[in-house]
């Protein structure tokens, strides 16, 4: 088969996955023949998404006369579909080749390749139709604008409320004075999770109640130290994709139907909640707070977090130590250019990163390991996870050759991160997929990747939480969120 869009193999193949193709080689390759045609011509791109806020992203493709101009249209579609998911947003405005953006307005038609993610940013989430246009002079572009709204002041004082949300818990902190509340024995003040099981849930009163508890629960710790101290603000952080404090995609939430009710009941809660408190409350997705609470650890900024669970989450702080308010939902931007790559069930676009950084990449790669679980059923994910855990624990060459797998895929994929996401000193890893004797295997085989492919990025520094932080430090982070 012919290919327009060159992929270059890999010098570390995955052993499970010999057809697998780096985005970063394909990307790198094409820029480099792009520069040395002296045919390049702009292409520039300016996602906006919620308070006009718009996020910017500039490079160069073939001009449409020279002989390898039909290698754009792969290019600008797998790049605007990364861009997408790394800042969120409805509406694009591009400088390039008229050509190339007629196709990507198709291809983000309502029947086009991608429908869905034109629906999810744009109906969904920002309740604009997805829009991209074409702009004639560079001069007309939309300057970046990342707003004012994504500043976090560290230096507070008085107390706070922090909260984190999950799927199976709550958490929640008492925070004063920018640090965790500790008692005189050295223990928090109020540091706990308490379980929950929000997705059946049918009725908004009973998440209102439930989030509510928590911080009634942090109220009363804090009187208890202090009967006079009043709490100042209430930062939190959720999974789903939130906008502006309101709830546009969660799980937490997918009990609560019809759509037309889920916006006028599930939508505001936040806002409800902040309404009965009486002081600010701001939220934020979590990957971005686990990278807070990772760069407030590391006492240093430009961190991605990445958290390999039962999909794959991200966030991002900056050199400034400042939450950009981006959407970071990397389990849907491309991280395998391989057209024959794993789909995901979703979004049905191929080569995304929930299928090679969670439960459901060790899912896939367990039979062409040679693993056969016939008493776990195939969509229980935690559990053959946990099954291949076991078998690493035992030494057992096949579950190896699976994290050997990830790894090789997690350095190429930083390198292809790095390329969106400037600077990035740290790469904060968590979830359960690097926990154990796997998770060193995976991150020594990453290393070996930027070592020998990126030396430029040889030195990025791989950071896991310890115990403690994974217990107090998102909920303690969020905290810092509202600006009082």
């Not at 500043?151 to 965790?180: E, Q, T």
């Not at 020998?452 to 310890?466: M, N, Q, R, T, V």
Request: proline share 6%.
């Amino acid at each position: 088969m012919k290919t327009q869009f060159k992929l270059i193999k890999p010098k570390f193949v995955p052993v499970l996955d010999p057809a697998f193709r780096p985005p970063v080689l394909a990307n790198r390759f094409f820029l480099q023949e792009v520069q040395q045609s002296g045919a390049g011509v702009p292409f520039l791109v300016a996602v906006e998404r919620d308070q006009g806020r718009v996020s910017r992203f500039d490079t160069t493709v073939f001009d449409t006369r020279h002989p390898r101009a039909a290698a754009n249209f792969f290019y600008v579609e797998r790049l605007l579909k990364f861009l997408l998911w790394q800042f969120g947003g409805w509406k694009v405005s591009i400088h390039g080749p008229a050509e190339l953006v007629r196709y990507l307005q198709a291809c983000y038609s309502d029947t086009g390749i991608r429908s869905f993610d034109a629906e999810f940013w744009g109906d969904q989430t920002y309740q604009q139709e997805m829009t991209i246009i074409y702009v004639p002079t560079p001069a007309d572009m939309p300057p970046a604008n990342d707003g004012a709204g994504s500043a976090v002041v560290l230096d507070w004082r008085g107390w706070r409320i922090g909260f984190d949300l999950g799927a199976s818990d709550r958490k929640v902190a008492v925070v004063k004075d920018g640090k965790l509340a500790l008692k005189a024995d050295g223990e928090p003040v109020l540091s706990e999770e308490y379980v929950w099981d929000p997705r059946p849930q049918t009725d908004i009163k009973w998440h209102f109640e439930n989030i509510d508890w928590i911080l009634r629960e942090a109220e009363k710790a804090i009187k208890a130290v202090d009967p006079a101290a009043k709490v100042s603000a209430i930062g939190g952080s959720s999974a789903g994709v939130y906008v502006d404090g309101m709830v546009r995609v969660a799980s937490l939430f997918r009990g609560i139907t019809p759509r037309e009710r889920f916006e006028k009941e599930a939508a505001p809660i936040f806002k409800d909640i902040a309404k009965k408190w009486g002081v600010p409350l701001r939220l934020e997705n979590d990957g971005d707070v686990t990278a807070l609470a990772g760069a407030i650890a590391l006492q240093d900024g430009a961190v991605l977090g990445l958290a390999m669970g039962s999909s794959l989450a991200g966030g991002y702080v900056d050199d400034h130590m400042t939450i950009k308010g981006w959407m970071n939902e990397l389990a849907f931007a491309p991280v395998d250019y391989n057209p024959h790559a794993a789909v995901d069930e979703w979004s049905r676009d191929f080569g995304v990163g929930a299928n090679y950084f969670s439960q459901q990449a060790v899912a896939r790669l367990i039979p062409l390991a040679g693993i056969e679980m016939p008493d776990i059923p195939a969509a229980a994910f935690p559990l053959r996870l946990k099954r291949v855990q076991e078998l690493m624990a035992k030494g057992d060459a096949r579950a190896r050759k699976i994290y050997e797998t990830i790894g090789v895929y997690f350095g190429y994929s930083v390198a292809h991160y790095c390329s969106f996401y400037q600077p990035v000193r740290h790469i904060e890893v968590l979830g359960r997929v690097v926990s154990g004797e796997g998770g060193q295997i995976i991150l020594e085989e990453a290393r070996k990747v930027l070592q020998a492919e990126f030396p430029e990025l040889s030195g990025i520094h791989f950071y896991e939480p310890d115990e403690r932080e994974k217990r107090h430090g998102q909920a303690a982070a969020a905290a810092s969120l509202p600006i009082v």
